[in-house]
């Protein structure tokens, strides 16, 4: 047996579902040892990953492909698969669950509660793993709803006073989405080519769906529901009330992972399925993405509460992301998925250093946490502040490789979207910057002393996401050679040739100029 002919997906999909089992049934004197079961059962999983990937190839397609037939009679099927965009994003779930679990080691307060977390966090590990795999468009849909069962039990049964009213708002804008896409995905059955591979993603691709306007008001279903998901200007105000009530640990698999679903179905299904229907939406796309990446920064400058700070820097993170997926050049693709792992490395550590502040000073305001604790946790303020400026993109760490590939490529094809959104950098490093000042600059107050500054098992915990930022920073070349090729097919097949040299030099055209003329190209073949 080969490495590609090995089930790969299906065991790391069923493996942490099993370990959840196990955590979940162990009692007595052993059920105190129920985070130690979960955390070397979420490395075991990693390790897995990790072997299956050094048998990835970089210049293929999808790999470690599986298909069974499930639902015939409709064309389901259980079909998984990987590119380099699937592959990666498996990689940083299964890197984020063990960090996560080390990170809530004390936060429960009881066996109890430490199991039933710990077995949660394994059964959403299995529903990120899947929905990256994910190669059927009705197996894609199932896991994008099951999975909203166990984040909104982490969010509303461990968070703080307000976590109920929180995951509430969290299930009911996403089921709004899981209900629009429920949609697209009948229309897709209705309208596409059936079969008994009718849900395929490679079947659907380059379908006739009857006229222009059913083309794009599929693709709307979709979009929307990614768009809920991602979270994106103006569908984005479930966000930071779900990361503020919940527990840091639960933001980090919520933000740096479970978000990315939305980006991630944005490229494998939006694109590729209706290319026409994207290249028509692309310039309010673009425009709304440049809005997120505004918005969400300058409502981060207004937050006292830390945990909504950087709720609302994923929104303005998110807009660089979405509007690299819709430059539609193989550059700004390869920078958005990029960009996906690296939000989730910066942004995951952001949400775990903030944890370990409100642990330590009791408080989510910022004002009440400082000033001065710099003097009194140099680990802790250096961690933060070293993944802060990876928020901010600052060159040698990896954000920036990500965020300077994204506004490049959107240059090629909307240079004043790719120049007004480089602005959002400058506003940023505000938002960082005020923050590290308010807790860690500046003369130490009395009730500070004695802060306990990061330990062994903390250390641990943000040491393997700084340490990967820096070597994606300095040598991202491993990273980009494997989004390469699916971001070239992603541009190939939403029918977009890459904008020659001259035109980049040249005066090109206004924002959605490019876009308006491509569409008319595509409507007259």
């Not at 099993?18 to 052993?30: D, F």
């Not at 779930?93 to 679990?101: A, F, G, K, R």
């Not at 959002?424 to 590290?436: E, H, Q, R």
Request: proline share 6%.
């Amino acid at each position: 047996m080969t490495m590609q002919s090995f089930p790969w997906l299906t065991v790391l999909i069923a493996a942490p579902s099993v370990g959840a089992l196990i955590v979940w049934l162990v009692g007595g004197p052993v059920r105190r040892y129920a985070r130690h079961i979960a955390f070397v059962w979420s490395l075991l999983v990693a390790a897995g990953a990790v072997i299956m990937a050094t048998g990835f190839n970089s210049g293929g397609g999808v790999q470690f492909a599986e298909r069974y037939e499930w639902i015939p009679s409709f064309g389901v099927s259980y079909a998984v698969g990987v590119n380099g965009i699937g592959l990666v994003l498996v990689l940083l779930s299964v890197l984020l669950v063990p960090v996560v679990l080390l990170a809530a080691w004390r936060e429960q307060s009881s066996p109890a509660k430490q199991a039933h977390y710990a077995a949660l966090v394994l059964v959403l590990e299995t529903f990120m793993i899947a929905v990256f795999a994910a190669r059927d468009v009705f197996f894609f849909y199932i896991l994008f709803e099951a999975m909203l069962i166990p984040v909104y039990f982490l969010i509303g049964s461990f968070g703080g006073p307000s976590a109920k009213k929180a995951a509430l708002k969290f299930l009911l804008y996403s089921l709004a989405g899981g209900l629009i896409m429920l949609a697209g995905v009948i229309a897709v059955w209705t309208r596409g080519p059936g079969g008994e591979q009718g849900f395929m993603i490679d079947s659907l691709v380059g379908a006739d769906w009857g006229s222009v306007r059913s083309e794009r008001l599929i693709f709307l279903a979709f979009f929307v529901a990614f768009a809920i998901k991602a979270p994106m200007f103006p569908v984005h105000t479930w966000l930071p009330d779900a990361a503020q009530a919940a527990k840091p640990g639960t933001s980090v698999l919520l933000v740096g992972v479970l978000d990315k679903v939305g980006t991630f179905g944005m490229v494998t299904m939006c694109l590729p399925i209706f290319p026409a229907a994207s290249r028509w939406a692309a310039p309010v796309v673009i425009v709304l993405a440049v809005i997120s990446i505004f918005w969400g920064a300058f409502l981060a400058l207004g937050q006292s509460d830390i945990l909504r700070m950087i709720a609302y820097t994923s929104v303005s993170h998110f807009g660089f992301i979405v509007l690299g997926v819709f430059a539609f050049t193989e550059t700004a693709e390869i920078g958005s998925a990029f960009y996906m792992v690296n939000h989730g490395l910066s942004t995951g550590a952001l949400f775990l250093l903030a944890g370990f502040l409100i642990s330590r000073r009791g408080t989510q305001d910022m004002a009440l946490m400082g000033p001065g604790l710099q003097r009194t946790t140099p680990l802790l303020g250096g961690t933060f502040l070293i993944v802060g400026l990876s928020a901010v993109a600052l060159p040698g760490l990896s954000t920036f490789v990500s965020e300077f590939m994204v506004m490049v490529g959107t240059y090629q094809r909307a240079p004043a979207a790719a120049v007004i959104s480089a602005l959002g950098v400058i506003m940023a490093a505000l938002y960082i910057l005020i923050a590290y000042q308010k807790i860690f600059t500046g003369p130490p107050r009395e009730d500070l002393a004695g802060t306990a500054d990061l330990g062994g098992r903390e250390l641990w915990v943000v040491g393997p996401l700084i340490a990967l930022m820096l070597v994606l920073g300095l040598y991202p070349k491993p990273a980009i050679d494997v989004l390469r090729g699916p971001a070239a097919e992603t541009v190939r097949l939403a029918e977009y040739d890459e904008p020659a040299a001259e035109a980049v030099e040249g005066a090109p055209a206004a924002p959605g100029a490019a876009l308006a003329g491509a569409e008319e190209e595509g409507g007259q073949r």
